[in-house]
């Protein structure tokens, strides 16, 4: 077994992100990142406390992710295009990072700080691009939790396969991205 010189939480966490898109989150072990890392797995537990810190460390970092790629997709855009935008690569990191996605599913069912933190963020992201519709506080979280949940139904049923039917699921996602703009005016 050949060890990594510089063994670390961030070593260890990512290895498993790639693991699980590799096998899926559910058939994630600490045997197969010591064994990725060439190392024993006693000492992954110097960084990590177990599988269930392991996951909540995935659900942070797909968070995480997921809000750097919007927030990289929404710079220099406002309005419709910034949420187009957003919209957009919210489903490419779905569709690229399946478990990671998965992962931050799952995340609410574990109290852990950087699951918070990242989640704050994302929300944050969200509302700095929706200033300019001057929706209330209460308004803008409501729009954030409708916009999240019609991006994560769209691209829930594309993972599990539902789209079968023969007409374009591209202009299905467009189509719906157009619903959701026309739903952006402060008096909808």
């Known amino acids: 077994m050949t060890s990594y010189h510089r063994l670390d939480r961030t070593l260890i ?45 995935l659900a942070a970092l797909g968070m995480q992710r997921l809000g750097m790629q919007i927030t990289q997709a929404a710079i220099g855009k406002s309005h419709e295009d910034a949420i187009t935008a957003i919209a957009r690569e919210y489903r490419m990191f779905a569709r690229t990072y399946p478990e990671l996605y998965k992962a931050i599913l799952k995340s609410p069912e574990i109290q852990h700080n950087a699951i918070t933190e990242a989640e704050n963020e994302m929300v944050q992201i969200l509302l700095k691009v929706l200033e300019p519709y001057h929706y209330s506080e209460e308004e803008a979280f409501h729009r954030i939790r409708g916009l999240r949940s019609i991006l994560h139904g769209f691209v829930s049923l594309e993972a599990a396969g539902f789209f079968r039917a023969p007409w374009d699921i591209e202009k299905s996602y467009e189509k719906l991205i157009t619903g959701i703009l026309d739903t952006m005016n402060p008096c909808s």
């Open 13 to 57: 966490v990512n290895t498993a992100a790639l693991l699980a898109e590799e096998h899926t989150l559910d058939h994630l072990t600490m045997n197969q990142v010591a064994e990725r890392l060439g190392v024993k797995t006693p000492s992954l537990y110097n960084h990590v406390e177990g599988l269930q810190d392991l996951r909540a460390a």
